[in-house]
T-cell receptor
Framework: GAVVSQHPSRVICKSGTSVKIECRSL??????MFWYRQFPKKSLMLMAT?????????EQGVEKDKFLINHASLTLSTLTVTSAHPEDSSFYIC???????????FGPGTRLTVT | DAKTTQPNSMESNEEEPVHLPCNHS???????IHWYRQLPSQGPEYVIH???SNVNNRMASLAIAEDRKSSTLILHRATLRDAAVYYC???????????FGPGTRLSVLP
């Protein structure tokens, strides 16, 4: 099956700093990638949809200037949390859609802790 | 996006079959039924998907009602590794994002 990786798997940063999370499709080209956030014991919530070579589409309530998404190639999307605050601490998960568009393949997630 | 309804939690004994139900009474004709599961501290994992006919793969079976307003994910022999949150999701062909509900938390008892 298709494999999606995320790096780092966990990161701790200080309040006010920025942190970048990478999402890569390892064995297929992903024209669309999705970024989700998951708080403890809650379900995944979509943050934004990222299409290669174009600007990301953000869900209502997600600050695009705070969560910068770049999808520069068919195998890489990055999420940068700028000026992180403790309330940004969460589990961030990316997914990539294959060329047929039927399924999404999810990364293992990145746990962000802001101190 | 069409909404799905699943029980909050279910329990099963190890090596017994498990039937996880999902109601989707507002499903449209172009909606696929997808099932994913999420183990603790991991990203969701694809389980199975279908449109109208029942589907089988190495992980599970998907039984779809004739009117498509409900479906059931069947794990034929539950193992401890099957303990996870199972999500039933509707998405049209070439659809965009998946909308995740709370899912069903499956506990497997040894």
């Amino acid at each position: 099956g298709a494999v999606v990786s995320q790096h780092p798997s966990r990161v701790i940063c200080k309040s006010g700093t920025s942190v970048k999370i990478e999402c890569r499709s390892l064995d297929f080209q992903a024209t669309t990638m999705f970024w989700y956030r998951q708080f403890p014991k809650k379900s995944l919530m979509l943050m934004a949809t990222s299409n290669e070579g174009s600007k990301a589409t953000y869900e209502q309530g997600v600050e695009k200037d705070k969560f910068l998404i770049n999808h520069a190639s068919l195998t890489l999307s990055t999420l940068t949390v700028t000026s992180a605050h403790p309330e940004d601490s969460s589990f961030y998960i990316c997914s990539a859609r294959d060329s047929q568009g039927y399924e999404q393949y999810f990364g293992p997630g990145t746990r962000l802790t802001v101190t | 996006d069409a909404k799905t309804t699943q029980p909050n939690s279910m329990e099963s004994n190890e090596e017994e079959p498990v039937h996880l139900p999902c109601n989707h009474s507002t499903i449209s004709g172009t909606d696929y039924i997808h099932w994913y599961r999420q183990l603790p501290s991991q990203g969701p994992e694809y389980v199975i998907h279908g449109l109208t006919s029942n589907v089988n793969n190495r992980m599970a079976s998907l039984a779809i009602a004739e009117d498509r307003k409900s479906s059931t994910l069947i794990l034929h022999r539950a193992t401890l590794r099957d303990a996870a949150v199972y999500y039933c999701i509707l998405s049209p062909i070439y659809g965009q994002n998946f909308v995740f509900g709370p899912g069903t938390r499956l506990s497997v008892l040894p």
